[in-house]
């Protein structure tokens, strides 16, 4: 029978090496799991462990945008390793073979170098903070301490799933609109710089009196087919400056108050949040998280920043031994008075974590009833918006040509 040199980890944080006789490796895994231990990396005795060289490329951070359905296949398919009873480096050995994501893999094998070396997967992570958020580490932390690695991945691999559902939901309820309004911008560039400057031809030909909407819709003509270049100028300084203002704190708060403030879309963005809050919070608590810590946790994860900002304010009156359900009532502005009333239920029984699940199910349900009924509720607005562009063209352009006829 074969002997193999291990390094084991306890939920204690204690580290155990030595070797041991076993006929596989994951045989060896699963007698280190009945004393406690998860094996963190292993070689048959006599072989030296393999040492990848890593090219200066690889040294570097990725830029790659690693999306979330990579992080989640990532600690799902790590979760079923672990509990297949595969040493934690070996596991990541062959998930940074598997991924296809060239940036991802790099980064995956990494963390399977950090982690032969002796580091706990969590502190491995957080050396990559541009692609694991700050609950995804802290969520491995508690796994690791807690000896129970398999079941918080399995946590986390649920909450991405639904997180890019709802995402992936939205999305798609948007893109629809989004193609409309692209395809009717595009036609008015088109008419304004191909069929107006003729009709502008003709008007200046007859020397005729001009409304102020023609008036007008000469000027645009003129603007973006004689100075196109000045006009894409100005429009990409907009962008840039549109971006720099999201960038500061009192333009972000702004723009973010002004979407919660929308019709149809305030509310698509407030159950948004409520189900994120909801989901991340409930799953940092049955991790057994700290409540004060997860509030902080999940602040940070929420993109809308009145969401942040309310999160942090809670997280100090929270730990000052207010419940969160109190702390939670005060913004009814953000929050639905479900929300508030749903944790004070949670904390009065003491299954807050299973409440929240619930909660997030119920927003998640919703924001899935609206995104499905949205491209109803929004075609009629746009057709309106389309036709009464269109009108305002053809009145604009065939008012002079009647009055012309008129004259004639």
Known sequence: ???????????????????????????????????GFILTSVHPAGQSPLVSRRRFSELLPSLLFIPLAEKMIFARHLSVMIGAGLSLNRSLEILGLQTKNKGFAKIIRSLGEDVKKGLPLADALNKHPQVFSELFVNMVKVGETSGNLEGVLKILAYQMEREHELISKVKSAFTYPAVIMVVMLGIGFLMM????????????????????????????SDILSQHWLASLVALVLLIVLFRFTLKTKSG?????????????????????????????????????????????????????????????????????????????????????????????????TGTLGNILGKLADFYEDEVNNVTKNLASIIEPVLMVLIGGAVAFFAISMIQPMYSIMQTI
């Open 1 to 35: 029978m074969p002997v193999f040199i291990y390094s084991a980890k306890s939920n204690t944080g204690e580290v155990k090496t030595g070797s041991q006789e076993a006929a596989t490796e994951t045989e060896l895994a699963h007698v280190l799991r009945e004393q």
């Open 193 to 220: 710089v191909m069929v107006v400057p003729k009709l502008t031809q003709i008007f200046i030909e007859m020397n005729t009196e001009l409304p102020f909407s023609t008036q007008l819709v000469i000027l645009i």
């Open 252 to 348: 972000k708060s702004y723009f973010d108050w002004l979407l919660l403030h929308l019709p149809i879309l305030g509310e698509i963005n407030k159950k948004v949040n409520s189900a994120r809050l909801a989901r991340t919070l409930g799953a940092l608590i049955e991790s057994s998280v700290p409540i004060v810590q997860s509030i902080q946790i999940v602040a940070g994860t929420l993109g809308n920043s009145l969401f942040r900002q309310s999160l942090a304010e809670s997280a100090s009156v929270v730990q000052k031994g207010t419940p969160l359900s109190k702390a939670i009532e005060g913004y009814t502005q953000l929050y639905p008075p479900m929300v508030g009333q749903m944790i004070e239920v949670g904390e009065e």
